[in-house]
């Protein structure tokens, strides 16, 4: 048989009442405070949504048709001016400066790193790359392969090393992944260590061996393996 509900006792029926009166109780004296609690939140939210509506799109969109003119230098090997602009429009080192909060500012680091490692300036590449903060699957490991080039050209190749095991193994694809194990490897052979080559070399042959590095790495592996049993 189902049992019958219980009915709320006398006793049940004032506990509830008591525990709103102190509800009610507290909301009337406190109601001063808790207005300006609420007022402070619709005002930090409202503050927040204008200065993204007004000030980071408007600042965004401006900062995507500077980025452009800058971009086209880079594509045709004007380093200088993709850097300091023409005097018309923003290179990509005013771009971060000026455009701070912007998606705009984090990836003119990257150009801006890309274009220094190019000119030469191997330091500057250095700083402006590590700024960049890379997300994108594709560009991060070509941003850690472009600081490995840059220190093997200051001749610090134990941090170049470093920097092509991370571009290889931050996205494992065939696009990058072998380029960055090659150059590993060499680092590896030009050390001396030629087991860890061997390693690298073979990692390529077993997940990469449809790319161009996959279809001549067996004479990478046969000079390593001899230079490993001398």
């Known amino acids: 048989m189902a049992k019958k509900k219980e009915k709320p006792t006398g006793a049940g029926i004032e506990s509830v009442e008591s525990a709103l009166s102190k509800t009610e109780r507290f909301i009337e004296e406190n109601q001063k405070i808790l207005t300006i609690i609420v007022v402070a939140i619709i005002v930090i939210v409202g ?5 993204k509506r007004f000030y980071v799109t408007p600042m965004g969109n401006e900062a995507l048709s500077q980025m452009y003119v800058a971009e086209q230098y880079f594509e045709i090997d004007s380093f200088n001016l993709a850097l300091y602009g023409d005097g018309n429009y923003f290179g990509f080192l005013n771009i971060i400066d000026e455009y701070k909060v912007t998606k705009s500012s984090n ?19 250095i700083y402006y790359l590590k700024k960049f903060k890379a ?23 134990d941090e170049a090393l470093s920097f092509y095991l991370k571009a290889a193994g931050r996205d494992e694809n065939e696009f990058t992944a072998p380029i960055y194990l090659m150059k590993a490897g060499q680092v590896y052979e030009e050390a001396g260590e030629y087991k860890k080559a061997l390693e690298v070399y073979e990692k390529i042959e077993n997940d990469y061996p449809t790319t161009n590095e996959g279809r001549e790495i067996e004479k990478y592996i046969t000079r390593a393996r001899l230079k490993s049993n001398q």
């Open 135 to 157: 997300n994108d699957k594709m560009i991060a490991p070509i941003a850690f392969g472009a600081i490995g080039d840059a220190y093997m050209e200051l001749g610090e190749s």
């Open 107 to 125: 990836l003119a680091y990257y150009y801006a790193g890309i274009s220094f490692l190019r000119l030469g300036e191997f330091e500057n590449a």
């Open 47 to 51: 503050g927040y949504l204008g200065y």
